[in-house]
């Protein structure tokens, strides 16, 4: 059972970054596609990222494109996040999830992190 867990989060102030990380257990997390998504209060959760777990592609969400890096930490079974030139508008919970297909992370079968606070605040 694979088992995902989130650290990173805090607090930070516009235009700094901050770097989370995704570990997993169980199994390794190269045979998933693995992404993150966050949810603002009163927001529905949507999708940031994501990278495949065969061919590394990464997707990014408009609003991210640029300030968002996500890669994979080799040897290390974790997937990061940088986020640069935070804005306010980052503040959210933000959950690492993975998923067997690509396309289908998000949906039925991901797993879930228990995810970790960002808070972008001046």
């Known amino acids: 059972q694979l088992q995902l867990v989130e650290s990173g989060g805090g607090l930070v102030q516009p235009g700094g970054s901050l770097r989370l990380s995704c570990a997993g257990s169980?199994?390794?997390?190269?045979?998933?596609?693995i992404g993150w998504f966050r949810q603002a209060p009163g927001k529905e959760r949507e999708g940031v990222s994501c990278?495949?777990?065969?061919?590394?592609?990464?997707f990014y969400a408009d609003s991210v494109k640029g300030r968002f890096t996500i890669s994979r930490e080799n040897g290390k079974n974790t997937v990061t996040l940088q986020i640069d030139n935070l804005k306010t508008e980052d503040t959210a919970t933000y959950y690492c999830?993975?998923?067997?297909?690509?396309?289908?992370?998000?949906?039925?079968?991901?797993?879930w992190g228990q995810g970790t606070q960002l808070t972008v605040s001046s």
């Open positions: 999830a993975a998923h067997r297909n690509y396309y289908t992370l998000g949906s039925a079968g991901t797993y």
């Open positions: 169980g199994n390794s997390l190269d045979y998933y596609a």
């Open positions: 990278i495949g777990g065969s061919d590394g592609s990464t």
